[in-house]
């Protein structure tokens, strides 16, 4: 079935460092895929998304580029601040399915 | 905009009980989706409601029911509860049942069985 695999944290930075956090996916298909942010005590927030290869996502400094060659969707920033802490999620949607399928999450820890 | 709105924030209840979660969609949404995360983990599918119907399923018993109103809004109802059960229930709203392109988050029901 379709899955996402993310690499565990947690992840932890100094303010200011460069951030990847690594996504890699399965599906039967051409998936949409997306980050979703949780900050502590709220729901999932989208972050950014893209619907198919070579496209790159981005948003608030966050990038990531659609690359169906690898199955990947890595997420970069470069220059991470205190404020980006939180639990990232990658996820996966197939075209005329109803689910997102999420990664279980990488916790990032920004130290000032 | 209120965004997506749950209650309660937080429950606890007994083994065995049944329980009964809510959720308002986003203005202008017209689909709602239920997850679970547990711990540590990512959330979930459990199912998705549209026009009043559910739409798909996830991977989850019969003890897991639900509703959608004509105002859209939808119940999750959990019967028969376990301890693995305990957990935090998310709902998500989006617009049409094509696909789920864009889905906005509530803030979640944090289920505690004892």
């Known amino acids: 079935g379709d899955s996402v695999t993310q690499m565990e944290g947690p992840v932890t930075l100094s303010e200011e460092a460069f951030l990847t956090i690594n996504c890699t996916y399965t599906?039967?298909?051409?998936?949409?895929l997306f980050w979703y942010v949780q900050y502590p005590g709220e729901g999932l927030q989208l972050l950014l998304k893209?619907?198919?290869?070579?496209d790159k996502g981005s948003n608030k400094g966050f990038e990531a580029t659609y690359r169906k060659e690898t199955t990947s969707f890595h997420l970069e920033k470069g220059s991470v601040q205190v404020s980006d802490s939180a639990v990232y999620f990658c996820?996966?949607?197939?075209?005329?399915?109803?689910?997102?399928?999420f990664g279980s999450g990488t916790r990032l820890q920004v130290q000032p | 905009d209120a965004g997506v709105t749950q209650s309660p924030t937080h429950l606890i209840k007994t083994r065995g009980q049944q329980v009964t979660l809510r959720c308002s969609p986003k203005?202008?949404?017209?689909?709602v989706s239920w997850y679970q995360q547990a711990l540590g983990q990512g959330p979930q599918f459990i199912f998705q409601?549209?026009?009043?119907?559910?739409?798909q399923r996830g991977n989850f018993p019969d003890r897991f029911s639900g509703h959608q109103f004509p105002n859209y809004s939808s119940e999750l109802n959990v019967n028969a509860l376990l301890l693995g059960d305990s957990a935090l229930y998310l709902c998500?709203?989006?617009?049409?049942?094509?696909?789920?392109?864009?889905?906005?988050f509530g803030q979640g029901t944090r289920l505690t069985v004892v």
């Open positions: 998500a709203s989006s617009s049409g049942a094509a696909r789920n392109t864009e889905a906005f």
């Open positions: 599906a039967t298909g051409y998936p949409s």
């Open positions: 893209a619907t198919k290869a070579d």
């Open positions: 996820a996966l949607t197939l075209p005329g399915r109803r689910a997102l399928t």
């Open positions: 203005s202008g949404h017209d689909t």
């Open positions: 409601y549209y026009e009043e119907e559910e739409r």
